[in-house]
């Protein structure tokens, strides 16, 4: 019996791997055939003082953890959503899905509002 539960843990492992790698497929396969005229990098103009290279140290540390929480509450969203749909068949495996989606709420919608912050700053800046 306790082989059989080990070998379903390990079975929903792989589920969830399979799924998480497909995932990231379709989403990098989506992501390099997407255009890119509206979005421009420059590299390579450096910074001259230490002003201008902390303000864009700053501004890339930003932009990464609103990335970082958006993308952490989406997949906690996801993942509670398919612990709640997988309640019939896995009773106690649902008993934490309203927190999996709640903390997921709440991470999705920071980084937006830090987000409109964040540009509304911007915009009244001038830059």
């Not at 497929?25 to 509206?38: E, I, M, P, R, Y």
Request: aromatic share 12%; hydrophobic share 45%; charged share 15%.
């Amino acid at each position: 019996m306790i082989e059989k539960t080990k070998l379903s843990k390990i079975g929903q492992n792989s589920r969830f791997l399979r799924f998480v790698v497909a995932s990231f497929t379709l989403f990098w396969v989506s992501a390099k055939n997407t255009q890119a005229d509206s979005f421009s990098v420059t590299w390579g103009e450096g910074s001259n003082t230490a002003e201008s290279f902390l303000t864009s140290l700053s501004t890339m540390i930003m932009n990464g953890l609103l990335a970082i929480s958006f993308c952490a509450g989406t997949g906690l969203i996801i993942w509670g959503f398919v612990s709640m749909a997988n309640r019939d068949s896995n009773p106690q495996g649902a008993q934490g899905a309203w927190k999996k989606v709640a903390f997921g709420g709440c991470l999705v919608s920071l980084s937006f509002i830090l987000g409109i912050v964040k540009a509304t700053m911007k915009s009244a800046a001038g830059s």
